[in-house]
């Protein structure tokens, strides 16, 4: 899909205004603090979700106003359309091709962007749980089935780790135990089976842009990581079997902690650059390409998925890279819609085919 115009009133501190983007690369450039952000903000809210800044309804309304109001008209499914979002008293009101809808999910399958923020970069360094959120969130992008399978497991877990709490009272409902295991045991193996089918797509895809952005110098892949000592590769009735064995031999540890210690509630993803995990050894500069090529994956397997380009959002990436790698970002993401944010001047000079806005106290230029 391509953005052809958005229109913008009372959104932040973006003076009433429309913008024109290009179909290739569109630069952001500014000061800080002047409404860059806010503008890529304004484009993702058209996939349907929250802002990336997880920020609430209201306060994406300019200080001092009742309502905003985000118009855009795009490309997408080989014909224009446009679309409205209304902010007014905390919620949205939505409008696809003048036609009222319920909720901004109507918005999902028309409109599809994927975003970086300097936020994202915490993918690298932080805990598993935001890993296995990424991951969990691109499978169910992926098929819907997926989605009903991670909430049965996680429903089932809880239900599991109640019980462990209750048999710390009542050891008579020992027994009871393995109903939950033969559940959770099936669901699991569908996650990891799932997640690991994703990662190889991932380090396909992720790993040729990784290569690119760091100019041949360096390789990226990502593994599985199974907390039970599960191998991903094996069938999924297999990795069902292992499981289950793994969910007996760690009852023990389950009664005396109260919840469960092994599954995929629990696993990680390995990301790793030139054979070192990224987690211990990466530079900044490294773990942004890296996420950037995470992103930038995400965007080829959602295309693969739904035979419709994704526009890509990339907010502050530029910093922290040197020019070869800032170079590749402005000039080779060949085929998308790129819009793109920095605060160097110099930026705008290595753009070779594009569009740049000046953005200035709100007012784009
Ligand atoms: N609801 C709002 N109304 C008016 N101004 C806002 C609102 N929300 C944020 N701002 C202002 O927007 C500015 C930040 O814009 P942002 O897009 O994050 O800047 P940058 O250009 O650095 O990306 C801040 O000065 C902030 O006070
Ligand atoms: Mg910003």
Same mark, same amino acid.
């Given at each position: ?20 983007? *290009? ?23 058209? *996939? ?18 009742? &309502? ?44 599809? @962007? ?32 997926? @989605? ?19 048999? &710390? ?35 396909? &895809? ?97 295309? !693969? ?37 920095? *605060?160097? !001047? ?10 740049? &806005? ?8």
């Amino acid at each position: 899909m391509k953005v052809l115009g958005l229109q913008f009133e009372n959104y932040r501190n973006l003076k009433n205004g429309y913008i024109k983007p *290009c179909e290739s690369v569109n630069v952001i450039y500014g000061e800080n603090a002047q409404g860059k952000t806010n503008l890529l903000e304004a484009l993702w809210l058209f *996939c349907g979700g929250h802002s990336f800044r997880g920020s609430k309804d209201n306060e994406l309304v300019a200080f001092e106003k009742k &309502f905003a109001v985000l118009n855009s008209v795009f490309y997408s499914f080989e014909r224009e359309q446009n679309a409205q979002i209304k902010i007014i008293n905390g919620k949205k009101e939505i409008k696809i091709n003048d036609v009222p809808k319920k909720s901004s999910s109507a918005l999902i399958e028309k409109y599809n @962007a994927v975003v970086f923020s300097p936020e994202h970069l915490t993918l690298i360094k932080r805990g598993p749980s935001l890993r296995r959120n990424f991951i969990d969130s691109a499978i169910c992008r992926e098929k819907l089935k997926n @989605a009903v399978i991670i909430s049965k497991y996680n429903k089932t877990l809880n239900q599991r780790n109640s019980l462990l709490k209750d048999i &710390f009272k009542h050891p008579e409902l020992k027994d009871t135990l393995e109903i939950w295991d033969d559940a959770l045991c099936v669901l699991g193996a569908s996650i990891i089976f799932q997640r690991n089918k994703f990662l190889k797509q991932l380090t396909e &895809f992720a790993g040729e842009y990784h290569k690119g952005i760091s100019q041949n110098s360096e390789t990226l892949k990502f593994s599985y990581f199974s907390n039970a000592g599960i191998d991903p590769e094996d069938e999924e009735k297999e990795i069902s079997k292992k499981l289950k064995q793994a969910f007996i031999k760690y009852r023990n540890d389950d009664f005396n902690t109260g919840y469960t210690n092994v599954g995929p509630h629990r696993d990680d993803i390995n990301i790793i650059i030139n054979s070192k995990k990224a987690k211990n050894y990466a530079s900044q500069g490294q773990q942004r390409s890296a996420v950037l090529s995470m992103k930038l994956a995400e965007a080829e397997i959602l295309t !693969k998925r739904t035979g419709e380009k994704p526009i890509i959002l990339l907010d502050d990436v530029l910093s922290e890279l040197d020019n070869s790698r800032q170079e590749f970002l402005l000039n080779k993401i060949e085929n998308y819609q790129v819009f793109i944010t920095c *605060c160097e !001047k110099s930026n705008k000079k290595q753009l070779k085919k594009g569009k740049i &806005f000046k953005v200035e106290k709100g007012k784009i230029i």
